[in-house]
């Protein structure tokens, strides 16, 4: 194992997640997976060999266990990618406001305690990627969905932020907007017509790792993805 | 007093919070304003017989008391303004994380719970307007400024759902990006060359009293202001 | 005459222009109208003591003879206002391309002819404002709509590289999107539930005259303006 | 050659257009290469086996000529990417309306007729990629660029508006921000520090490839890339 590339997925769950660790770990990496709840992750670590573990993300000591860890573990991790959320729906006079901070917390704060592990390392290494799951909740406010454009914006912003201050130090950050539901194994059967309406999330998982691959004299901070029959 | 209409400043200074206070009153309102530290609201009180708060933006039962102390002595504010933040410069390795959450919690979750409160009060009331005051880390994130772009980027975020969301109930909601430094009587002293590089916060305050004024049939839910040597 | 400042409103027609000219010889201007067709235009003569004069904004001679009439019968604009555009609906492939071309030089390249003249004038006085009327067309490409797209985008370009080049020199640079459509003398009668659908043209005129009147230390290069109840 | 896939590019050089067609073809693609000046693509047809022809972008019968000979020659193309432009700077005052005029129509009219024939095709066929060269002129407006502003917004509007219209009909449309001077034979020599202000131009052809290769799930209409170094 320790001639492996390592790669950190952040907010595992078994759809885009379970993508991006068979994407990754088909390309020769180790993987490790984090995730409030780890019991859905055990086929990964049957099917990979991935190794699992418990985090909070908007935990700071919850964070920093979950990259000590890894580096005891498996060693630095080269790719870190944070895919958690917590989404609420509701007008903007009904939804309760420990429920909003908590997502807030959740889906913002907890992708700076990530991203700023990850950066520590990576800082040390001199090199390293780093991806932030956004949705087009994070470039466009919905109505009766205040809880998560605060959420998603927030997360964009600091992507953007964390771009801007660390490519010049040879590190990769990446916003990837997935703009649409994206299918799972949860997701009612996956046929006929309907099938269009969803992104797959090995396709998503594809455009993941070229940005991971691009050369740094040309590297993207940002991309969206959506269905072709989408209306965006 | 009762017949005067009521304007309530959230996160008063001595500078925008001021120029806003004079503009809203000499157009003949009452004008409530509300602070963390009220110390420095004096003079305001004596100028414009404002009504002074204590508040603290990321607290919910601070905020839900404030709206209902100014229903209490004043009534329905008709506008609302939302201009409190907290900012924190440097690298994203090194930013303390009790601190970024402090300030994302005070600059983007204060934000929520204020348009909230005023928002539960204008849908009853049937109209009202409620703005944010943004500022242009709002919408770009620079370098060493994380802290500050999640804050913004949320609170732009909020404007934005809340603006889709509110406008067809008649409340005018509307996010104004101040896009450099506002003087104040804080500032070093304003002559000569440097003059032109500030805000001047009686300006800004112009534009928020139009926005307040504009018809419904042509809103704006978000105006950028700065100086005209700004580089943007 | 010799003593009101100057506005120059192109491309004007009986609805937004109309409101234009209302507002700006309210606050005391002298109004210069310019068209490709002037007979509309009559009525404002007579209400406002209006000049009106021919004018085709994709010709350059065009454009510099309006500008050199207008100095001679009244002398430098102060404000000069584009409004002129011209819209092709239709799939990408059925379009007929010297219509495409035509709109887009009427949109986007009348928008450049007409600012340069302005900006020519308004270097050599030392101040003034430039406005062009844009559309969400302007900030969207939708479907269908690739001319309009290419001639407003296009137009926005011009008006933001001019708002940076020209605002440290005291020229006031300004883009409206007007994101819905323009209740007009010809709009089909204009009561009942069907207003709300409309932007006002006299409530988005307000709207170009508090540009006109920002203070340069708190500038705004562009505004969006639609109705309360539009879906944006 | 009759069992090869198409691809086209248009306005092609020796910098980016080269190290495209050496991309696609290296995938197994037949490519066609068009130029005002088809003298520099000599090598590139001894290389690749490429087909040239001459086209004049602004101009619609060159254009509807070029895309009879590429069909009659070689078949329908599968991906069409359109990579000419022209650029003038200066201030706005001083920059010559003839040679504007010129500009727009190469660098955004053009892209309409290449993308309007490319359209054509892909409807009748049921597929294809057709992407558009944009710059981060086109995204931002700088002072002394309002020729380059017009044109390369205009041309980020055709493609947004032909992405919303077409993607639903299986034609995968994308916008390509290439943001920074892209090296070339012709850039003095490259080693050394200054290595790093440049993208080098087989590096962004891998990101237009992987953009082509985007499963209709999860399809990209836009992405921007630059150099780690660059300050954006």
Not at 98 to 122: H, P, S, W
Not at 139 to 163: C, D, E, I, N, Y
Request: with cysteine; aromatic share 8%.
């Amino acid at each position: 194992m320790a001639n492996k590339k390592i790669g950190l997925i952040v907010g595992a769950g078994t759809g885009l997640s379970a993508s991006l660790a068979r994407k990754f770990s088909g390309a020769g990496m180790q993987i490790a997976l984090a995730s409030r709840d780890t019991k859905k992750l055990s086929n990964l670590v049957d099917e990979l060999g991935a190794a699992v573990y418990s985090c909070e993300t908007s935990d700071p000591k919850s964070v920093r266990d979950l990259f000590s860890s890894v580096q005891l573990d498996l060693g630095d991790p080269e790719v870190v990618i944070f895919n958690a959320s917590k989404r609420i729906r509701g007008e903007i006079t009904e939804i309760d406001v420990e429920e909003v901070r908590d997502a807030i917390l959740t889906t913002c704060y907890g992708g700076f305690l990530v991203g700023q592990e990850a950066a520590k390392i990576m800082k040390r290494v001199g090199s390293g990627t780093i991806m932030f799951t956004g949705a087009s909740a994070g470039v466009k406010g919905f109505p009766k969905s205040a809880t998560f454009a605060m959420g998603k914006f927030g997360l964009r912003g600091l992507a953007q932020s964390m771009a801007r201050e660390l490519h010049p130090q040879n590190i990769h950050v990446a916003h990837v907007v997935v703009d649409g539901g994206i299918h799972s194994e949860g997701t009612n059967s996956f046929s006929g017509e309907g099938e269009d309406n969803w992104l797959l999330p090995d396709a998503i998982a594809d455009t993941y790792y070229h940005l991971h691959t691009q050369h740094r004299s040309a590297w993207t901070w940002e991309i969206e993805v959506r269905p072709w029959v989408e209306n965006f």
